[in-house]
């Protein structure tokens, strides 16, 4: 049956007001991206990069989904079981645009994670008490369940899955990524049908691999890519 797997990356949430990795200012003007989100600088800086992440798990409780959000949200209510919503994105403005079902290939900063027993449980906007034991073994060594570069990506057999499921009936929709982490372009080669939405054209991605190619905020270009993903299920 055709169906539609979304990828999305920090462009999406974007114009909630979370910043993107790779665009100028915001949070990166301030911080390193590879001191902060590397297993590296984990080990050496345990305290600091928790801190960050705290920060950074109070500053969603304030933030809102944008149309591109609901717009997903929309599509997975009205074809149950035919969207897939795969993100890159730790943060939970999925869930609150009332996504049914999210894979976050790198993690969510709204959980914890136990790295004794890998037990992961729901923390909300709360920060991680350096003495924070695990609700499940006791254990005290607690952290972000936010995967960082060096780190293994577990979710991604999920990723993985979906990309071969495209061969046949499957469209997919990419969404404010620049391509550093995952290989978008190689992804659309396997789908018969292929929507890309970034703001421009990027030396990192062949976007010749998409038939359709929207540069333009994932906000206005959300009704656009609706209606193509209608006219492909309907
Ligand atoms: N609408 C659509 N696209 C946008 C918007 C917007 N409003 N704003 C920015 N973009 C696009 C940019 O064109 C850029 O291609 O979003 C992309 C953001 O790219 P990155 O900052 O590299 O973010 P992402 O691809 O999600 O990063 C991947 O890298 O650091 C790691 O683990 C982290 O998940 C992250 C991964």
């Known amino acids: 049956m055709r169906h539609v797997v979304f990828l999305s990356g920090a462009g999406i949430s974007a114009e909630s007001g979370i910043s993107t990795f790779r665009d100028s200012g915001g949070l990166w003007d301030t911080y390193d991206v590879m001191e902060v989100c590397s297993a590296g600088a984990f080990q050496r800086n345990r305290h600091f990069i928790m801190d960050f992440y705290n920060k950074r798990r109070k500053d969603l409780a304030t933030v809102q989904p ?3 959000h609901f717009m997903i949200a929309a599509l997975q209510r ?3 079981g035919r ?8 943060d939970d403005l999925f869930e609150k645009a009332g996504c049914q079902h999210t894979i976050h290939l790198h993690g969510e900063l709204t959980k914890a994670r136990c790295e004794r027993c890998g037990f992961v449980w729901h923390i909300g906007y709360r920060d991680i008490d350096p003495e924070e034991r695990c609700p499940s073994c ?4 607690v952290r972000h369940h936010v995967v960082m570069f060096h780190e293994e990506a577990p979710e991604y057999e999920h990723l993985y899955a979906a990309i071969e499921g495209l061969a046949h009936d499957g469209m997919l929709v990419v969404i404010g990524t620049s391509g550093f982490v995952l290989p978008i372009d190689e992804f659309a080669r396997m789908a018969p049908h292929s929507i890309l939405n970034n703001l421009e054209p990027l030396p990192t991605i062949d976007e010749s691999a998409f ?3 929207l540069y333009e905020p994932a906000t206005s270009a959300a009704p656009k890519i609706a209606a193509m993903v209608r ?3 309907g």
């Open 66 to 68: 944008n149309p591109a």
């Open 78 to 80: 009205e074809f149950p």
């Open 83 to 90: 969207v897939l919503n795969l993100t890159q994105n730790v």
């Open 138 to 141: 006791k254990g005290s060594s």
């Open 211 to 213: 038939k359709v190619r």
């Open 231 to 233: 006219e492909y299920l």
